[in-house]
């Protein structure tokens, strides 16, 4: 092969050589912080892995360019020092570390309740708009979340309920919205049924009736298999639950018609996920490399760098897919609260719990079963309340709407009051009585 040939290629070969070393040194630097980091947890906000990791990085770049001219140590040591930087501002916080709860909302006063369990919650009451209509049993909230705050769509949902008639109270449950932290290790399912307890004895009004919504239906369906916590309930309504118990969130089914996962826009507005810091954490978090508790990122700080952009598709997975190009702004960027490690912490003790469902077949509370038509949850979590809950008096399959079933959206608030109202009333029910428990199997066979 002619000189003019041999002498290029050798070229190409020597700087393809050197750009393969840099990015081993690139990605090898990358993974040994990473690793590091599960390693221990993410200790001291991750600066042990760092130093850990830049001392094996000069150390292998000494050792390889011992007998190296100047011009290839460069080649190791760039990538090396591009890489330090990167994993130094994971360490670094880019929102403050103390709490910072949401300011008040303009439209409803914000209670503070100390309940007997040691929680502090954050409290709204809508009164009844209309004295000659009031109901006389108290309607007690519990949004989804876990661990989240009220959005202002539910709080416009619970203003109609007000507007009905009904004495609403809703509360953020410990360490979300403006409601007070807990430790971490305090987070349980069973502190939160506990919470519920409480929070009706505070409430000081005898028996109430109970909505429960996604995670706040799960919360409700283990009162009600606590004798001690059903015997304060006098009405349950469960609203597109998630799994009850372990066993439950280890069955896997059909889910609803099709959400607007996947077809609607990207939400707008900043993202904790596109700082080195919050990406590492809270995807490490969500892998289950990093505990709840991890030393990385504080409970307070988490929370206060978690926007609703964070959520992605979440958010369109609660829509009807014929709503992908129309989906409401749910909450204020001012509103918005969520505590992910809080709420893992949570879902991992759910997962973790045995069945509940033999506590469950001896509930005497009457109960009402909420399935949306295009919801998001796995079939089964719902049907498995329906099926072990004998006092489950009427279920009302919703056409039309995903997971967040009163969303503002056509007359859906309105159609969801009246299947409240019609239940608690005991009056007949707008909807079909569907499915019924003898219809199980036919409707997780035919994708209802």
């Known amino acids: 092969m002619p000189t003019f040939v041999i002498r290029p290629v050798r070229l190409v070969g020597r700087l393809a050589g050197r750009l393969a070393l840099a990015l081993v040194a690139f990605v090898g630097s990358v993974v040994v912080f990473l690793t590091l980091i599960a390693l221990t947890d993410g200790a001291g906000s991750g600066l042990p892995a760092w130093l850990t990791t830049l001392g094996i990085a000069t150390g292998a770049a000494l050792w390889w360019g011992r007998r190296r001219t100047w011009p290839a140590r460069l080649v190791l040591i760039l990538p090396m020092v591009v890489a330090a930087a990167l994993t130094a501002s994971v360490c670094v916080p880019t929102v403050p570390t103390a709490r910072r709860s949401p300011p008040d909302l303009p439209f409803v006063a914000t209670q503070h309740w100390s309940l007997a369990t040691g929680s502090r919650v954050a409290v709204y009451h809508y009164q009844p708009a209309n004295a000659g209509t009031r109901h006389s049993v108290p309607l007690v909230y519990l949004n989804g979340g876990p661990v989240r705050g009220i959005s202002v769509l539910d709080h416009r949902f619970l203003q109609l309920l007000a507007r009905q008639g009904y004495d609403v109270y809703a509360y953020e449950q410990a360490g979300g919205g403006r409601s007070d932290l807990l430790p971490m290790g305090q987070y349980t399912i069973s502190r939160s049924v506990r919470d519920l307890g409480a929070f009706v004895d505070r409430l000081g009004n005898g028996r109430v009736d109970i909505l429960g919504f996604s995670s706040g239906a799960v919360v409700l369906t283990r009162a009600l298999a606590d004798p001690l916590v059903a015997a304060r309930l006098h009405r349950a309504i469960i609203a597109e639950p998630g799994p009850m118990d372990g066993p439950t969130a280890r069955i896997s089914g059909p889910k609803g018609q099709k959400s607007a996962r996947g077809l609607a826009p990207a939400m707008t507005g900043p993202r904790s996920t596109y700082t080195p810091r919050y990406a590492v954490g809270f995807g490490l978090m969500r892998l289950g490399l990093l505990t709840p508790d991890t030393g990385l990122i504080g409970q307070a700080e988490g929370g206060n760098a978690f926007t609703a952009a964070d959520l992605g598709s979440d958010t369109a997975s609660g829509y009807c897919a014929r709503d992908a190009q129309r989906i ?121």
């Open 328 to 448: 409401p702004v749910e909450d204020t960027a001012e509103n918005f609260s969520f505590s992910a490690a809080a709420s893992l912490r949570v879902q991992q003790t759910i997962k973790d719990s045995p069945s509940i469902a033999p506590q469950l077949r001896r509930s005497g509370t009457p109960a009402m079963l909420m399935i949306a038509e295009c919801s998001s949850q796995v079939r089964p979590w719902a049907t498995a309340v329906l099926a072990n809950d004998p006092a489950i008096r009427r279920a009302q399959y919703l056409p039309g709407v995903g997971h967040h079933m009163w969303n503002g959206l056509d007359d859906n608030n309105g159609r969801a009051a009246a299947i409240v109202s019609a239940f608690l009333q005991d009056k007949p029910a707008p909807l079909p009585d569907y499915p019924t428990r003898g219809e199980i199997s036919a409707f997780l066979r035919d994708h209802k």
